[in-house]
């Protein structure tokens, strides 16, 4: 192992046990390894530089901007509000239909607000119906998740994953590239949800009253927050909503007909907004959400590390040596799997920085295209489903639904296993090894 494998290896253990310890900020945690990468001279300057300003953050940062002033105009808090009024109308399915909705939204929208502003009314509803809580706050935290599988811009892992793509000089993903994979799997899920999560979350509240039954953690420390830093309930401000709207819709145009990429068409957005004082520059600077960027900017400087210093290409030829005899469809199976399994344990940023440059080493290794391995990464990498704490709106709708731990295993363990099962047929289907 040269010194520079060893370094990165160490930095790498290092920021993995800091991220399991929580004790420290994740983005504090990511930084301080690319600090130490830098200063080993293991990464360059220039190599660091362009990670801080790679095409993933700056469409990043523009979108969570965009995203912003629809919030601030009041239309998310309507659009909820009438999604709810038609819950109440039509009782369970209306509930069903606007976590459809919102899981929808998911896929253009930054999941976390949506769930902050639909969990409490989705609670209030259930309530007031009759019905318990617990049978749909999972399920929306679920399906805004899997929404956010169906688009590029639907979550930030999809961005990172096809920046390391890059990175590692493979060309990047369209912003509807992944579409019919996330859409089978998002399918499949809505399906188990609707058909299961309520009989299985009945049985674990059955469980829990035994002598022994594992009951509620303490997540105070949760690096996510709490629900009352986000943005409070806007009065509706037609005029912003719907310019805020229209230059969204424009985005998105713009980069699904090839005519900038969404990097571009973002940020000329975000600006575009500022110029029409839709949103003001400060209130842009509120809504840019530095830490996830910075923990973004971070997992990319330790993914470079990972690939300059040749300690993918060593993963990668490991794993061909075990998975080789395998095939390719069964060795894409396993890489899934692998994914699944540690999105559990750490973040979404650092399993998809990790992974991403061993996928493109292991498929060029085994003589198949490294696009299914890839989207691989982004569909497993967000599938956090079976803790409370593998993803930020689990963690909401653990504290708002007051649910144990044992009932996002009863429920998501299972969801992983069909997420993983259906998500490898379409990844096959749609790109061919």
């Known amino acids: 192992m040269t010194p520079d494998q060893l370094v990165t290896l160490l930095v790498l253990a290092a920021v993995v046990a800091a991220l399991i310890w929580d004790k420290v900020r994740a983005d504090v945690a990511a930084l301080a390894g690319a600090a130490v990468l830098l200063a080993s001279g293991v990464v360059r300057p220039s190599e660091a530089q362009s990670a801080f300003a790679s095409p993933a953050l700056i469409a990043l940062a523009s979108l969570f901007v965009i995203v912003y002033a629809i919030e601030l ?18 009782g369970a399915l209306g509930l069903w239909i606007t ?18 502003l639909s969990a409490p009314v989705i609670r209030d509803s259930a309530e007031k119906l009759g019905l318990n809580p617990k ?44 579409t019919p994979v996330g859409l089978a799997i998002a399918a499949a899920g809505a399906l188990y949800l609707l058909l299961a999560s309520g009989r299985l979350i009945e049985a674990d509240e059955s469980q829990a009253a035994a002598p022994g039954a594992l009951g509620r953690m303490d997540m105070s420390g949760a690096q996510v927050g709490a629900p009352e830093v986000f943005t409070p309930h806007q009065r509706l401000d037609t005029k912003r909503a719907a310019l805020s709207l229209f230059v969204f819709a424009s985005v998105i145009a713009v980069a699904a007909l090839g005519i900038a990429p969404i990097a571009a068409s973002a940020f000329a957005g975000a600006v575009l907004l500022i110029l029409l004082r839709v949103i003001s520059a400060d209130e842009a600077y509120q ?107 689990n963690v909401l709708v653990y504290q708002i639904g007051k649910y144990s731990y044992m009932d996002f295993v009863r429920v998501g363990l ?13 990844i096959v289907y749609v790109f061919p090894l």
């Not at 105009?73 to 039509?90: E, K, N, P, W």
């Open 99 to 116: 976590i459809a909705l919102c899981g929808a939204a998911s896929a253009f929208l930054n999941n976390t607000p949506i769930v902050v």
């Open 135 to 178: 049978r749909f706050l999972m399920p929306l935290s679920y399906m805004c998740i899997l929404g956010g599988c169906c688009t590029l811009i639907g979550t930030s892992t999809n961005l990172l994953v096809s920046d390391m793509a890059r990175v590692s000089g493979q060309p990047v993903f369209g912003l509807f590239e992944i």
């Open 287 to 393: 809504g840019l959400r530095p830490e996830i960027l910075l923990l973004i900017a971070g997992m990319v400087v330790l993914g470079i590390a990972l690939e300059e210093s040749g300690l993918a290409g060593y993963a990668s030829d490991a794993l061909v040596r075990v998975s080789k005899p395998l095939g390719p469809v069964l060795t894409l199976a396993l890489f899934y799997g692998a994914t699944l399994f540690l999105t559990e344990v750490l973040s979404n940023a650092t399993v998809a920085v990790l992974f991403a440059p061993v996928a493109v080493a292991l498929a060029e290794s085994l003589g198949v295209s490294p696009r299914p391995f890839l989207v691989a990464v982004m569909m497993a990498a967000s599938a956090a489903f079976a803790t409370p704490f593998g993803y930020q709106t």
């Open 73 to 90: 105009s009041g239309l998310l808090d309507r659009l909820i509000a009438l999604a709810v009024r038609l819950g109440q109308r039509l």
């Open 414 to 426: 299972p969801l992983n296993l069909i997420t993983w099962a259906v998500g490898l047929v379409a």
